[in-house]
């Protein structure tokens, strides 16, 4: 048996050297072996996968793939799909914003361009900001550069917003790039101007912003929890669980909760600081903000009857109306339903004169920018466009009725709850045809843009898209909901 | 045919030697005149202007006979204008910052072309208005984020100046004159580039 076995001496070198060999070898024999560096992606096999979907955008991205070992075109060119639809050459920067828009439902088509021509087809639904005029950025935003040494630019998504901004590329060296905002700039001000901190030759072009959705759901606990953005694997986050909380609003950039008669406002993400907008008297509030289409603007009905209104955060209160039951906010409109019953509509300046659209009886006012609506003994009546314009009755035998006129690519809808507790809506004018929506006891619906949240029997059921789509169980255990969204 | 008997008619070696001597003097009366262009060159500087915008960098020039310099002055260099781009001017409108938090990328126009689509002297880069090209600044180690390629290797019409790198970077697809005066234009600035010195600034 010894003679088989080397002897002792030379055992160890031989050892090493073999031992030394099976680290080489794979090296050697695989040079192509995929692996992921999302710091130097030019290091990796074409196709090579750099960053998976579920590590960005909150779980909702896309994988990221390597180009290789260059940022040109690969022979031969093939294109990527999602679901039939192109989404452009493999793996190119604007490949990805593709499949990820598609991915989405964002997009509904191929969305055709270089990153320094995307700007050129934006599709329809989806708003665009010139650098240096960007008054909003959210995770899912494209941002697109200019310049560079093929003139063709760059496209990127927005991973995050903070006081750096993340992006998420393909076909770049680096997966993850960071910028800021240059100095004296802010979305606030509607002049937002971002810095790509060391990209040389390239400019920052312009932001395509994704649709975004916000929705609130104040709990029977109570407490007011709220969830952004249209993909799903966003999780609620808890706004306020103050048990004397007692309202919650969505709208735009704005959230704001009634806490214990004080009012609190914050802007921007769900997680930025409170601002006291009153400390005490508050019943209840109404805000109104749609990311620079109008002025924002803040309201509050007092306990002692008064609705109060300012503009922007630091704005100085108006009091606007006495002896008020409720307070309505959209667009340049505000709207007073007074202790009385009668309806009450200005549309412009906080000081501008009142339009009394109903003198009394009116149990519920409706406001948007361009309709407005009123329950009158069971009927919901809607006009549209001018003030002085007539009214239509809409539905006899109703509780409640809401409107929507905001979204960017979704017609007018008007809404109603029938007696029975079901809900109808219907689309695009004032004598389209009814759909019911709901069949069932509806406490509370509320419209906006594509989107129909419904509360019933504390469960909290929203659809986004088309009258026809299906419902998606947010949340359970609510007695409030809100919800706002751009299209 | 020529007939095999030829007359003499080459330089004598005296002939050679003077005519060596008529070289030696016009080179050297060359190099003197060359010289007094340079220094006097040197001190007709058309640096900074205080009174000028940060943005937006005039060109100021001097009696002849002079060198016309366009001068970053946030940076501290100087560019030597030839003819075919004397009235350069920069923008940091649109610049994304370096690794010392300056802008990083000079946009460049001319303001004989501002009217047909290079006008940036407000706005920076736009779709209607496309620069020159850039005058930008980097590490010598810096790389395009896009490429990979050391931006000294991918533009190497630059110098190294200290810690930094100077590279002109033209912009493609820009239309605002013939492809002809444009490429020349790009000649001269990619010229003007690899002589970028220290600009002496107060």
Not at chain 1, 83 to 93: A, D, F, L, T
Request: aromatic share 8%.
């Amino acid at each position: 048996m010894q003679k088989y076995f080397l002897q002792t001496s030379h055992r160890l070198p031989v050892l090493l050297i073999a031992l030394a060999a099976a680290l080489v070898i794979p090296f050697i024999s695989l040079p192509e072996i995929a692996r992921a560096d999302i710091n130097n992606t030019r290091a990796d096999a074409f196709g090579t996968d750099e960053l998976a979907g579920a590590s960005w955008l909150d779980g909702a991205g896309v994988v990221i793939k390597s180009n290789g070992s260059s940022a040109g075109d690969h022979s031969p060119i093939t294109n990527n799909s999602v679901n039939g639809i192109n989404s452009g050459e493999e793996w190119q920067c604007v490949e990805m914003v593709n499949r990820l828009y598609l991915t989405q439902g964002w997009t509904t088509a191929n969305w055709s361009g270089d990153g320094n021509t995307l700007i050129n087809n934006v599709p329809s639904g989806l708003t665009a900001q010139t650098d240096g005029s960007i008054s909003y950025l959210h995770p899912g935003d494209v941002l697109t550069l200019d310049g560079g040494p093929a003139g063709t630019g760059h496209a990127g998504i927005i991973n995050s917003v903070g006081s750096t901004i993340q992006i998420v590329n393909q076909n770049t060296v680096a997966v993850y790039s960071s910028a800021s905002l240059q100095s004296g700039t802010s979305f606030g001000a509607g002049n937002a101007d971002i810095d790509m901190s060391g990209w040389a030759t390239y400019t920052v072009q312009t932001v395509v912003h994704a649709p975004q959705v916000r929705l609130g759901a104040l709990t029977t606990t109570p407490s007011y929890l709220a969830k952004q953005n249209s993909y799903d694997n966003n999780p609620w986050v808890t706004i306020n669980n103050d048990s004397t909380v007692t309202q919650g609003i969505q709208s735009g950039s704005l959230t704001a909760v009634v806490n214990n008669g004080a009012l609190w406002v914050k802007q921007g993400s769900l997680s930025s600081s409170w601002v006291t907008e009153m400390n005490s008297g508050v019943a209840k509030a109404a805000i109104f903000d749609n990311y620079g289409t109008n002025t924002m603007r803040i309201g509050y009905l007092s306990t002692s009857g008064s609705f109060f209104v300012k503009e922007g955060i630091s704005g100085t209160w108006t009091d606007e109306y006495d002896g008020v039951s409720a307070g309505y906010l959209a667009g340049s409109r505000i709207g007073v339903l007074t202790s009385s019953g009668a309806f009450l509509v200005k549309d412009g300046t906080l000081g501008a004169s009142w339009t009394t659209l109903y003198t009394s009886g009116v149990s519920q006012g409706v406001v948007s920018s361009n309709l407005v609506g009123m329950m009158l003994s069971g009927s919901f009546y809607v006009k549209q466009g001018s003030l002085s314009n007539p009214w239509t009755d809409e539905y006899d035998g109703a509780v409640t009725g809401q409107l929507s006129d905001l979204g960017y690519i979704t017609p007018i809808r008007i809404g109603v709850i029938d007696n029975l507790g079901n809900l109808y809506v219907k689309e695009g004018s004032l004598t389209a045809t009814w759909t019911t929506i709901y069949n069932g006891v509806v406490s509370q619906a509320v419209l906006s843009g594509n989107l129909i949240g419904v509360q019933t029997g504390g469960t909290y059921l929203v659809k986004q898209g088309s009258l026809g789509a299906s419902w998606v169980t947010e949340n359970t255990g609510i007695n409030n909901i809100t919800l706002w969204t751009p299209n | 045919m020529k007939g095999t008997a030829s007359k003499q008619t080459g330089f004598s070696i005296v002939e050679g030697v003077l005519a060596i001597l008529v070289v030696l003097a016009l080179g050297a009366t060359s190099f003197a005149v060359y010289q007094r262009i340079k220094s006097s060159s040197t001190t007709t500087d058309a640096a900074s202007n205080p009174n000028q915008s940060t943005n937006q960098q005039p060109v100021t020039t001097a009696p002849a006979p002079t060198v016309t310099y366009l001068t970053i002055k946030e940076w501290s260099v100087k560019l030597p204008l030839s003819d075919s781009i004397k009235d350069a001017y920069y923008t940091f409108e649109g610049s994304n910052s370096g690794s010392d938090g300056l802008p990083n990328t000079a946009w460049l126009g001319l303001t004989s072309l501002n009217c047909t689509g290079c006008n940036i002297s407000t706005t920076g880069p736009t779709d209607t208005n496309k620069p020159i090209g850039s005058i930008f600044r980097v590490l010598p180690t810096d790389r395009d984020p896009v490429t990979g390629s050391l931006y000294t290797q991918q533009y190497p019409n630059g110098v190294t100046i200290g810690s930094y790198y100077y590279g002109y970077a033209p912009w493609e697809n820009k239309s605002c004159a013939s492809a002809t005066t444009l490429q020349s234009i790009d000649t001269a600035f990619s010229a003007a580039a690899k002589s970028t010195a220290t600009a002496t600034t107060n």
